[in-house]
């Protein structure tokens, strides 16, 4: 059985969008390069040839992968009813790092782990940060469990 993957709904509306330009751009365009190549003669000295295949398996690789991710994703906020007055995934959250001496407020949104992009405030409900934040409140400090533990306070909840 393959593990749920919990996801929001642009993540989902982009793994789907990936698929279908895989399907309906990249895979034709590999096939026409394979058919360039095999044009070009002898296929066991022919690197076009061997470079087109290996692009196919890529290709279709990623597309059995996207459609693995898409048959076992969990819509965040769709099938649960969320308490909006604690963090949950699919929740940004702005807390205070009470280690800092002048804390600066950091905020960020919880996703499933196929989302995240840390760059862009979007960290992974699997994360240390995430799992201690999860089922609190305004108002509430926790101890984030890492090799040197620090607390931060939430400040606010949106969802």
């Known amino acids: 059985m393959d593990k749920k993957v919990q996801i929001s709904r642009e993540g989902f509306e982009k ?26 003669g002898d296929l066991s000295e022919n690197a ?4 087109a295949r290996d692009k196919q398996a890529r290709i279709e690789e990623r597309i059995k992968e996207l459609e693995v991710m898409m048959q076992n994703a969990v819509i965040i906020g769709s099938d649960v009813k ?11 959250v702005t807390v205070l790092d009470l280690s800092e001496e002048n804390p600066e407020p950091d905020t960020f949104t919880i996703l499933g782990s196929t989302e995240t992009d840390p760059l862009h405030g979007k960290i992974s409900n699997e994360s240390p940060l995430a799992k201690a934040l999860m ?3 305004i108002g ?10 620090y607390d931060v306070e939430i400040v606010d909840i949106k969802y």
């Open 15 to 40: 793994l789907k969008a990936e698929r279908e330009n895989l399907i309906n751009v990249e895979r034709p365009a590999v096939i026409e390069e394979i058919k360039l190549a095999r044009s070009q």
């Open 135 to 137: 089922t609190h409140k």
């Open 140 to 149: 509430d400090v926790v101890t984030v469990g890492v090799a040197k533990p």
């Open 48 to 51: 076009d040839y061997d470079a």
């Open 82 to 92: 969320v308490d909006t007055h604690v963090v949950n995934l699919g929740a940004t």
